[in-house]
């Protein structure tokens, strides 16, 4: 709680961050809020732009090797009850798509970054197909792209120290998977609709 | 007694020009232009905000230089975020947000002129380049270095020398006895010919100065509105940490016209970085800057010239 309202505080302070909800609203229905991923301070700033109730709602996924290092990471990971995500080694029976649907149940939302890891400086990569199979088996989600704007240049990739510049966090409208449509262009489309939150 | 006559004037005028100012916004009227209205309104209440900063001065001035400081930081954050730098100036960044900021406004608090008037022009000027180079990354170094420097000497190494003003001894006062009546004077100057500029600038709009710039700026508005701000200093003189009336009136003059220095120079960075028109980066963001660019440029002119003529 302490915790929460603390790094809520600290996030908005360092990331100067306005958020915006472009032909959205927050919502507590099932979601998963999918971003660009350019720092770490990412996880925390879409976490911490939802307003409360949604926010006590909405878990992110994270990597596992990364976020249960130490005690401050792994009692951070705790306070965004995050869903940690082994990445090295993945198992067949044991799928991250599997593992976040039953995490998540019937209640909670989910934050992701379907790029997988960080990408360097203002480019946004490719998106990884975790996302196309969550939603191939949860049809009912709804798909929220979300922009992040200039936090590469708040905490870029290999710093450690961040400069406190002015971002933005921008919600658009949600997008679903239609029926029979290939994974490619599902993927596209998805990173279109984030891509496209940075010119409104 | 004399302070507390002059926030009694200044509050009334504040306050007339609220009423007025809301009134206006309430009005449905296709005569009235919608964003002149916004834009008056958003004067009067960062004149507002200076006004309760500096009435705070008379009780204690280190909390008007941390809310100066406070005010400096957030306009150096727009001024960086609107210009685009490299990941091999971030540490620089670090270290221009997190010590020469502080630094400066601390030295200021100390009134340390010896060291804070040279702290960001020197030290700070090479450390940014020395900084960047180490990084090793050479593409537009000048110009990105060049960036970097000039926001921090416009946003902190000007802006401070407002607060800086409370330390300044004048041979008329020398024991200070009202620490903050030179600010308050000079606050209440910059942001009323700044003010004065922009509507007689609406109205007398034939030689427009720089169109592409700032379209509303024009020749006449300029010298009727410095020309009105001279008329207020003239009125407010029995205030004015100044001897005779004349100084004043000169006084005054000089503000205004690096007033609209600063108004002009900071349209001109912002319009450059395509803020005013496209405003798609994040909205209001800009909002601290063009509220305090004249009082940036009108500052350490003011502070310099009242040092060299009347210093104690």
Known sequence: MLTETLLTLIARVISGASVRWVESQPDTCQRVYFANHTSHLDVILVWSALPTPVRRLTRPVAAKDYWSRGWLRRHLAKTFNAILIDRMEIKVHQSPVDLMLREIGRTHSVIMFPEGGRSAGDVTGEFKSGLYYLAKKRPDLELVPVYINNMNRILPRGEYLPVPLLSSVTFGPPIWLESNEPKTDFLARARDAVLRLKEC | ?312
């Open chain 2, 1 to 312: 007694m004399v302070p507390s006559l002059f926030v009694g004037v200044v509050l009334v005028v504040l306050a007339a020009a609220t009423v007025g100012g809301q009134w206006l916004r309430r009005r449905e009227s296709p005569a009235i232009d919608r964003r002149a209205v916004d834009s008056f309104n958003a004067r009067v209440q960062a004149w507002w905000f200076f006004t309760v900063v500096i009435v705070l001065a008379f009780l204690w001035p280190g909390l008007t230089v941390l809310l100066f400081a406070m005010i400096s930081f957030w306009a150096l954050r727009e001024f960086v975020t609107l210009t685009p730098t490299r990941i091999g100036d971030h540490r620089a960044l670090f270290w221009v947000f997190f010590f020469f900021t502080p630094m400066q406004f601390v030295l200021v608090y100390f009134n340390n002129y010896g060291l804070y008037s040279i702290l960001i022009p020197v030290f700070a000027f090479l450390f940014i380049a020395a900084r960047a180079a180490v990084y090793g990354d050479y593409d537009r170094f000048l110009e990105r270095i060049a960036k970097v420097q000039c926001g921090l000497l416009i946003c902190v190494y000007c802006f401070s020398y407002a607060p800086a003003l409370l330390y300044l001894r004048t041979a008329e006062q020398p024991e200070r006895r009202d620490p903050a009546n030179m600010l308050f004077f000079f606050i209440t100057i910059v942001l009323s010919s700044d003010l004065l500029q922009w509507a007689w600038s609406g109205i007398y709009n034939r030689h427009i100065i720089a169109e592409k710039i700032n379209p509303v700026m024009s020749w006449e508005g300029v010298l009727a509105g410095s020309a009105s701000a001279a008329a207020l200093g003239w009125m407010l003189n029995w205030a004015a940490p100044f001897p005779n009336w004349w100084q004043t009136v000169a006084m005054s003059l000089l503000i205004a016209v690096m007033a609209a220095c600063g108004s002009m120079t900071m349209s001109a960075i912002k319009r450059d970085r395509g803020e005013l028109t496209s405003g798609n980066f994040v909205e209001g963001h800009g909002g601290v800057l063009s509220r305090i660019d004249s009082i940036c440029f009108a500052a350490p002119v003011f502070y310099h010239v009242t040092r060299y003529f009347f210093g104690a």
